[in-house]
Nanobody
Framework: QVQLVESGGGLVQAGGSLRVSCAASGRTFSRYAMGWFRQAPSKEREFVAAISWSGRTTDYADSVKGRFTISRDNAKNMVYLQMNSLKPEDTAVYYC????????????????WGQGTQVTVSS
C-alpha cells in the first residue's frame, strides 16, 4: 500500500483558485492510478478527478470539468489538483486516494486514502 498526505487546502473567495497537493510514500507510487474525492457536510464522499499511472489519461466529474485539473509527478511522488473558478458548492474536505487496479471513478476501487484537507469557498 501507499501512504498519502494532502496539503494546500484553505479559504478562498468564489471565482478564485487553489491547488491541493498529495504526497505519497513508497517506491511503487508510479504503479497506482490516483484520484481526488471530496466530502461536504452531511453528504457522501464523491468522485472529483482521477489520473492513470502514466498521467496520460484523466477523468473528471461533470461538476468540475473545465475548472479542475489533475496532474502527477511520478519522480516526486506527488499528485495535484488545480482548482479554478471555485464555487461555494466546491466547499468540502478533499481526499487523495490510490487505486492499484487502474484508472477508476469508483470509491471502492481505491484502497489507500489520505486524511483529507479542507477547502472552503466563500461567496
Amino acid at each position: 500500500q501507499v501512504q498519502l498526505v494532502e496539503s494546500g487546502g484553505g479559504l478562498v473567495q468564489a471565482g478564485g483558485s487553489l491547488r491541493v497537493s498529495c504526497a505519497a510514500s513508497g517506491r511503487t507510487f508510479s504503479r497506482y492510478a490516483m484520484g481526488w474525492f471530496r466530502q461536504a457536510p452531511s453528504k457522501e464522499r464523491e468522485f472529483v478527478a482521477a489520473i492513470s499511472w502514466s498521467g496520460r489519461t484523466t477523468d473528471y466529474a461533470d461538476s468540475v470539468k473545465g475548472r479542475f485539473t489533475i496532474s502527477r509527478d511520478n519522480a516526486k511522488n506527488m499528485v495535484y489538483l488545480q482548482m479554478n473558478s471555485l464555487k461555494p458548492e466546491d466547499t468540502a474536505v478533499y481526499y487523495c486516494a490510490a487505486a492499484s487496479g487502474g484508472l477508476s471513478t469508483k470509491r471502492d476501487d481505491f484502497g489507500s486514502w489520505g486524511q483529507g484537507t479542507q477547502v472552503t469557498v466563500s461567496s
